[in-house]
Each structure stands twice: as structure tokens, then as C-alpha cells.
């Protein structure tokens, strides 16, 4: 039998240490390995497949999709890119779109934008504040835009233009503001790989509120946040207000690369040559991202998720009470962390694995679940039921 594992090891650059598990098939919540053992799965691709694993009306696009044209360049116009971008426009705040294929690239081309605003409408300020603790994305300018040294350290010297200011706190971002120099914002609604972090409820609404008072821009990123997973298609919509710039990515396209920029009117400043992308909504990612998101629409996906995801965070608050070390449950809708006053997540992930649960170990101390958003209370119960065993595995061996 071929050793999968062994060939990346010869092969591939060492980038992340890989759960040693190989993984061949998937299916709604559940994922195969190559010796046909079944898993469920509540990492989903890291927040990627909304709709699970092979979903028949994304599976069906694609097949389609396939036999008819797959990629054209932008030079021409296509129709599943037009499609997807009517049904993103007519179900957000925003007004125009421009699709690339990640969340990387999402955020870079949203910086570009704010700075082309900021030439054009703020005497040339090309400063974007972002916040300690966020991710977005791992191109050079979106390591510096990310408010984390530990991706910092070992590329230093970053580009110039972002200034990392205190999250979940107004003053901060306003003593990070300078006239003629700042041109945006950018935040995550909730910190997602920085701890699945939520603001204040009063956040967001300031900082929407100084934007329009000084002239910058708001950018949302979603990447994480959007397409249901917080239980409303955009997080925005929990917090009462409107970016001018908002990125999606991941759950888009239910694994088919793709990613994308909404922008208002007044913020979509780009001309002809001065962004693009190859590949950058190709009518093969479109008709997927086009399933995905009509799916999500049609059957009312977010409420789903949001009504799963208070039960799971209820059960895992009665977990809380059997585990002395979880010292927090946090989160909203499917996107929750689990936190322990120690640094047991690795051993926790590999009992979960070892029992049939894919779970992500957030940080040392912490886990997060990004279940697909189409599961019910019966997939948390049986999740719950392994973290049970695996968390009282896990007690046995640490000090009380
Ligand atoms: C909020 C946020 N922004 C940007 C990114 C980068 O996306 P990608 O890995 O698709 O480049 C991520 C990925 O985790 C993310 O969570």
C-alpha cells in the first residue's frame, strides 16, 4: 500500500504539521480516511464547507458547469460570474463585486481599493488600521495588515501601511487615526484564528461611527464571519451596521477556490488595468459559489446555523461545569472555541481523532468547531458525546 505520508514528507515543504490522518472521501459532516475509517467533521475545511462535504447541488453545478466552459479570461464576459455577482449584490449591503480565488487575496485587493480611495478622495492617505489579534491572510502586505507578531517575526522587513491598534477598543483606533495618512479600517467582525474573539456590542457601531465622522473607510472582512456561518449571511447584520468594503472567501465556494471584494458605490474606485486576476471568478468557481450561496438563501441556512449553534454552546457550558480546566465556551452561531486554563488543545485534537471527531486546536489552550452549517442538534450530540470521552482521557493524564 502506498505511505501517503511518507511521499509528502519527501515532497512537500514543511508549512504545517499535519494531523496524521489521510483523508480520501467526504459526505455531509463526514470524512474518510484510506483505511475507510469515518470521521466527523467539525473543522470543515477551516470554515469552508457550508453545506458539507460534496453537496449534491454544488456537485451537480460543477459536473455541469464543467462539460461547458471552465475558465475564460476576465477579457470576456461570462455568465455564472455575472449570476453569482446579482445574487451576492441583491443579498448584501454593497453594490459592485470583483472575485479572485482567496481570502488572502480578498483583503489585498480590498487594501488596494481603500488606497486607490484614499489617492483619489483623502489627499493621498494610504494607511489602513487593523487590529491586534486578527488574520488576513498570509500574501507579505496581509502579514503586516495581521495584527500578530508571531507571523511578523520571520519577515521582517514588512510592507509599510498597516498600524496594528488595539482591538475592541474605540480610542485605540481613533489615536491610530491621522488625517491625510489613514484611509480605512479593516476588522474582522469576530477574530477568528486570533481566538474566535467577539467586541463589545457597541464595537462595531463606534467604529462605523468615526469612519463616517473622518471620511475613512470601513472593510469587513468575512471571510470567516460571512456566508451564514454566524447565523445571518453577513455578520454585519448582527452589529446594525454597513461596511463600504467587505472580503468572502471560504465558505463561497464550498471548496472551489474563490474569493471575493464588495464594495459600495462610492468606495468601488478601480479603472480598467488597475486590478485583476487570472483565474479570479472563472466560471468553473462561480457556478459553485453561485450553488453554495443560492442553497444557503433558498433554505434559510444561517438561521439553522445560529439555532444549532446556541445548542451547541449551551451543551458546552454543561461541559464547562464537568471540566474544571475549560475556563470559557465562546462564539456564535458555528463558529465557537472551547478554552482550558492549560495547554491540553493538542492532546485534546488527537483524542477527539482517535474517537472519530476533526476538530481544530485554535491555540495551545483552545479548540475551535466550524461545523458545516447544515448539521442539527444530533451531529453536536454526538460530538459532544467523543469530546466527553476525550476530555475525561485527557483529565486522566493531566496534573489536578
Ligand atoms: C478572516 C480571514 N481573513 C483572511 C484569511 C485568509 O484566507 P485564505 O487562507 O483563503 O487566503 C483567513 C483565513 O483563515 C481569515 O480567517
Redo the contacts with the bound molecule.
Keep these: 500500500m502506498t505511505n501517503w505520508q511518507e511521499l509528502e514528507h519527501k515532497y512537500f515543504m514543511r508549512t504545517v504539521d499535519r494531523t496524521p490522518v489521510t483523508l480520501v472521501k467526504g459526505q455531509g459532516a463526514r470524512v474518510w480516511d484510506e483505511d475507510g475509517r469515518e470521521y466527523l467533521d467539525f473543522v470543515s475545511g477551516?470554515?469552508v464547507n457550508s453545506l458539507g462535504h460534496c453537496h449534491p447541488s454544488v456537485v451537480e453545478a460543477v459536473t455541469e458547469q464543467a462539460h461547458i466552459l471552465i475558465q475564460t479570461s476576465n477579457q470576456y464576459y461570462t455568465i455564472p460570474q455575472i449570476r453569482l455577482a446579482e445574487l451576492l449584490i441583491h443579498n448584501s449591503c454593497l453594490d459592485k463585486v470583483f472575485f479572485c480565488?482567496?481570502?488572502?487575496?480578498?483583503?489585498e485587493g480590498a487594501v488596494k481599493l481603500a488606497r486607490r480611495y484614499g489617492k483619489l478622495h483623502l489627499n493621498g492617505a494610504h494607511e489602513v488600521i487593523t487590529a491586534m489579534g486578527?488574520?488576513?491572510?498570509?500574501?507579505l502586505a496581509?502579514t503586516a495588515a495581521t495584527g500578530q507578531s508571531k507571523f511578523h517575526q520571520p519577515y521582517i522587513p514588512l510592507p509599510g501601511g498597516f498600524i496594528n491598534a488595539e482591538y475592541n477598543n474605540i480610542e485605540a483606533i481613533k489615536a491610530a487615526t491621522t488625517t491625510g495618512q489613514t484611509c480605512a479600517v479593516m476588522l474582522?467582525p469576530i477574530?477568528?484564528?486570533g481566538g474566535v474573539n467577539l467586541p463589545d456590542d457597541n464595537y462595531l457601531a463606534a467604529v462605523r461611527a468615526w469612519c463616517d465622522q473622518t471620511g475613512i473607510l470601513l472593510i469587513l472582512?468575512?471571510?470567516?464571519?460571512g456566508i451564514g456561518r454566524l447565523g445571518t449571511l453577513f455578520a454585519y447584520e448582527q452589529y446594525n451596521i454597513e461596511p463600504d468594503i467587505m472580503?468572502l472567501?471560504?465558505g463561497l465556494g464550498s471548496g472551489v477556490?474563490i474569493?471575493a471584494i464588495l464594495a459600495s458605490d462610492k468606495a468601488s474606485v478601480f479603472v480598467p488595468g488597475e486590478h485583476g486576476s487570472t483565474f479570479g471568478g472563472n466560471p468553473l468557481a462561480c457556478a459553485a459559489g453561485y450553488a453554495t450561496l443560492e442553497f444557503i438563501i433558498d433554505n434559510n441556512i444561517a438561521e439553522n446555523a445560529r439555532k444549532v449553534g446556541q445548542y451547541f454552546i449551551t451543551k458546552l457550558e454543561s461541559l464547562r461545569q464537568k471540566f474544571q480546566f475549560i475556563t470559557d465556551v465562546r462564539g456564535r452561531g458555528l463558529l465557537v472555541a472551547l478554552e482550558f486554563d492549560r495547554d491540553i488543545a493538542p492532546s485534546a485534537v488527537t483524542a477527539c481523532l482517535d474517537r472519530g471527531l476533526l476538530v481544530n486546536r485554535l491555540k495551545p489552550n483552545a479548540l475551535r468547531f466550524m461545523p458545516p452549517l447544515t448539521i442539527g442538534n444530533a451531529e453536536v450530540d454526538e460530538a459532544l458525546g467523543i469530546l466527553d470521552k476525550a476530555l475525561t482521557s485527557v483529565e486522566s493524564t493531566v496534573d489536578k
Excluded: L, V, Y
Excluded at 101 to 107: H, K, L, R, V, Y
Excluded at 134 to 139: A, K, N
Excluded at 221 to 225: A, G, K, L, P, R
Design positions: 477551516w470554515a480565488n482567496s481570502g488572502a487575496e480578498a483583503t486578527s488574520f488576513h491572510g498570509r500574501t496581509m474582522e477574530q477568528g484564528e472582512d468575512e471571510i470567516q464571519t472580503t472567501a471560504k477556490p474569493g
